[in-house]
Structures are given as C-alpha cells and as structure tokens.
C-alpha cells in the first residue's frame, strides 16, 4: 500500500461486516487512523489490537450513542477527516420526513 490516507483520522460505521469491514481495512491500510465502529460484541473483538484501529460499540439508531462514537474518535485522533456511514440499517420504507432520530 502506498499510504494515501497517512495522517488522516476517519470513522467508519458498519465496521464489523460486509463493506464496512472492508473499508476498515483498506483506510487503516492505507496508513489512517480509523475509529471502527461496530454493533455485536463478536466483531468489536475483530478489531482489539490491529494497528490504526479503534474498535467502538454503538447502535447508530440511537443518537446518544451517536454522539459517544464522535466524541470518543475526536478525542483519540484530535480530529476527525473522513466519515463513512456504511451501516445497514432498513428504514422500512418510511419517507425521510417521517423518520424520527
């Protein structure tokens, strides 16, 4: 890997599987600093001590622990640059209008 991202701080959400998880990789590959944000316990143990990552637990659809996910990368990394939001999360259909938090 060539480093494209050295000295850049992201979070990523969805961090546990799929795409997210990929992405993870990928960032803190590239030389990123990623705050990996994951719902099961099982996948926040996928990311203890691999280099550049901080593994976080949080459920995205609840706007505290949205608020704790920020503030505990920010607080890591000084700064946040990249933010990805890759979680899978259905809406069920509802227009955004009619979505609460």
């Known amino acids: 890997m060539n480093g494209r991202l050295q000295g850049k701080a992201a979070l990523i959400t969805g ?8 992405m993870t990789k990928l960032f803190a590959a590239q030389g990123a600093q990623v705050a990996a944000v994951v719902l099961s316990d099982s996948s926040l143990k996928k990311w ?34 990249i933010v990805c939001n890759v979680a899978g999360i ?12």
Do not use: C, W
Request: a negative charge; proline letters at 4%; hydrophobic letters at 35%.
């Open 15 to 22: 961090a546990g599987s799929g795409v997210g998880y990929e």
């Open 48 to 81: 203890e001590n691999v280099e550049n990552v901080l593994p976080i637990q949080a459920d995205i659809t609840q706007v505290k622990d949205v608020d704790r996910m920020v503030d505990e990368a920010e607080h890591r990394f000084g700064r946040l640059d």
């Open 90 to 101: 259905t809406d069920l259909g509802f227009p955004l209008d009619e979505t609460s938090d």
